[in-house]
């Protein structure tokens, strides 16, 4: 998976959230305009293509300054992004560093 098609499917409408990314977002109060806003403006900063739910990325993208962390999945036929978590990261300081781009050790 890459930026490019996550920023493609999402312009096309073409994701679902797995009840623990709605559960995320709701909690973080992000709404689906902001991050369909940041996800179209996206950048892979982890891959995980040994998850055991099948390869998936961490990116980050901003809504305005908002920055915005979604752990992305890719589902075939018909494809489609599925995001398996969404969260506001600068609500969690303490993990990040570097614009929210890297984990603190």
């Known amino acids: ?4 098609t996550i920023r493609r499917l999402v312009a ?12 995320e977002r709701e909690a973080d109060m992000i709404l689906t305009t ?5 996800l179209k403006r996206s950048e892979i900063i982890e891959d995980y293509p040994g998850d055991p739910r099948g390869p998936s990325c961490l990116v980050l993208g ?9 752990v992305c999945g890719l ?10 978590t969404v969260y506001d990261p600068s ?5 990040w560093m570097e614009h929210y781009r890297r984990r603190r050790r």
């Open 91 to 95: 609500k969690r300081p303490e993990h």
């Open 12 to 23: 096309e409408g073409r994701y679902e959230f797995s009840k623990h990314a709605e559960r």
């Open 62 to 70: 901003f809504s305005g300054q908002r920055p915005i962390h979604a």
């Open 75 to 84: 589902r075939q036929d018909p494809e489609e992004l599925f995001l398996i």
């Open 34 to 38: 902001e991050l369909e806003e940041a």
């Open 1 to 4: 998976m890459d930026a490019a």
